[in-house]
């Protein structure tokens, strides 16, 4: 079945804890993307790849890292976890910028 | 930044009824996807439409475009309980890779 995972789908965590919330897809997308999203903002993008190795920043990045090592997988770093990052993640994949985008089931996150 | 816009913010009608929200934006675009989101789920594709089209249909959900006032809007028919969701726009602009979203309607279908 063509999916985005994410995981985990619920994280609490204190601020300054290191943590990684990975994304994985089965479609052989080349972009991939990062969003938070928060009551009244809409999605914002965090961070989006348009191929392995190539990533760049969205509207959002300060506190977050991505790498692309892999087509497949584009983990989310929070370094350093503040409480302003308490939000709803979102991951998604596409063929390009341009095509529709699939996105995984989210990652609740709770930054104490 | 963001440069979506979506109207509007809440739209609250009885099944049956037409629903029609708008979406602008403020650059030139390639192409406007319009997406559903039920309840905190990840975002569904519903239809995308070119700069060069005017006009798009699939099922009860017809799109249209204006590149010259830059906006969209969707209108969905015949509304349904199970239409009852929050409604995205999303750019795609060719100037970069970015995708730039709406603030998202919520649509509330009444029985």
């Known amino acids: 079945e063509a999916q985005v995972t994410q995981n985990p789908r619920y994280l609490i965590t204190v601020t300054g804890k290191k943590l990684t919330v990975t994304c994985s897809q089965n479609?052989?997308?080349?972009?991939m993307s990062w969003y938070r999203q928060d009551p009244g903002l809409g999605l914002r993008q965090i961070y989006y790849?348009?191929?392995?190795?190539?990533?760049d920043k969205g509207d959002v990045p300060e506190g977050y890292k991505v790498s692309r090592k892999e087509k497949r997988n584009f983990p989310l770093i929070l370094e350093s976890p503040s409480p302003n990052q308490t939000s709803l993640y979102f991951c998604?994949?596409?063929?390009?910028?341009?095509?529709?985008?699939?996105f995984g089931p989210g990652t609740r996150l709770t930054v104490l | 930044s963001q440069q979506g816009e979506e109207d509007p913010q809440a739209l609250s009608i009885q099944e049956g009824e037409n629903a029609t929200m708008n979406c602008s934006y403020k650059?030139?675009?390639?192409?406007l996807q319009w997406y559903r989101q039920n309840s905190g789920r990840g975002l569904v594709h519903l239809i995308l439409i070119r700069s060069n089209e005017r006009e798009k249909h699939s099922g009860r959900l017809r799109v249209t475009l204006d590149t010259s006032k830059k906006s969209s809007s969707l209108l969905i028919t015949a509304s349904r309980a199970a239409d009852t969701a929050s409604y995205f726009c999303a750019m795609a602009m060719d100037s970069n890779y970015q995708l730039i979203w709406g603030a998202g309607t919520k649509l509330i279908i009444k029985p």
């Open positions: 479609m052989n997308h080349e972009y």
């Open positions: 998604a994949s596409s063929l390009s910028h341009y095509n529709e985008q699939f």
């Open positions: 650059t030139s675009i390639n192409n």
């Open positions: 790849s348009m191929n392995v190795e190539a990533t």
